[in-house]
């Protein structure tokens, strides 16, 4: 069955830092999106790309954050600057269809910012 | 606001037995999702219900959407060990288009052997 991958699994960087998450898709998908979990909260939307831009933020995702497709088959999210409390798991979703509405999810990044 | 409180937040029952969660919202939605997430792990779509349907059954999960009430409720029945894990309700809000999801806190549902 086709899924969502996402790498790393875990990433520990240094507060100040650069951290670019990956995440492919299901081919054929068209619709991606960020999610994160600050650890024993609930998943927060950060963001989602249609069609080669963003079709909608939260106010979490600010200048900090970035997304792109660069090659047509990973989804990354780059946070330039990383804070301590960017420290979380960071899901990537992917969606066919809108109609059905059915988002997979990947296994996440736990970010870890020191 | 909160979209999506689920309660309990936490629930044990034993092997075999039947779990029921519940699940309140603010807005009006397209459409109520059930998610499970084993500890540490990714989430895995359970089941989806429009806005228009009232029950849906998947192999041993029951759903159930109230819209006037703003309410959901996930019955797993003869719950086995491996459906220990947190399950979250998500909504689609039609103001926002069917893209962003909004989950709720979770329950965390622990099935004793």
């Known amino acids: 069955e086709p899924e969502v991958t996402q790498t790393p699994s875990h990433q520990v960087t240094q507060m100040g830092q650069e951290v670019i998450l990956r995440c492919v898709p299901i081919?054929?998908?068209?619709?991606f999106y960020w999610y994160r979990q600050i650890l024993g909260q609930k998943v927060e939307f950060l963001v989602s790309?249609?069609?080669?831009?963003?079709?909608?933020k939260s106010e979490i995702f600010d200048d900090q954050f970035s997304v792109e497709r660069p090659d047509g088959s990973n989804f990354t999210l780059k946070i330039r600057s990383t804070k301590l409390e960017d420290s979380a798991m960071y899901f990537c979703?992917?969606?066919?269809?809108?109609?059905?509405?059915?988002?997979?999810f990947g296994a996440g990044t736990r970010l870890s910012v020191l | 606001s909160q979209q999506g409180e689920e309660d309990p937040q936490a629930l044990s029952i034993q092997e075999g037995e039947n779990a029921t969660m519940n699940c309140s919202y603010k807005?009006?939605?397209?459409?109520l999702q059930w998610y499970r997430q084993n500890s540490g792990r990714g989430l895995v779509h359970l089941i989806l219900?429009?806005?228009?349907?009232r029950e849906k059954h998947s192999g041993r999960l029951r759903v159930t959407l109230d819209t006037s009430k703003k309410s959901s409720s996930l019955l797993i029945t003869a719950s086995r060990a491996a459906d220990t894990a947190s399950y979250f309700c998500a909504t689609a809000n039609p103001n926002f288009g069917n893209e962003k999801l909004t989950f709720g806190t979770g329950t965390r549902l622990t099935i004793i052997p």
């Open positions: 081919s054929n998908h068209l619709y």
């Open positions: 790309f249609y069609n080669n831009e963003i079709s909608e």
């Open positions: 979703a992917s969606q066919g269809d809108l109609a059905k509405n059915i988002q997979y």
């Open positions: 807005t009006s939605i397209n459409n």
């Open positions: 219900i429009r806005s228009n349907e």
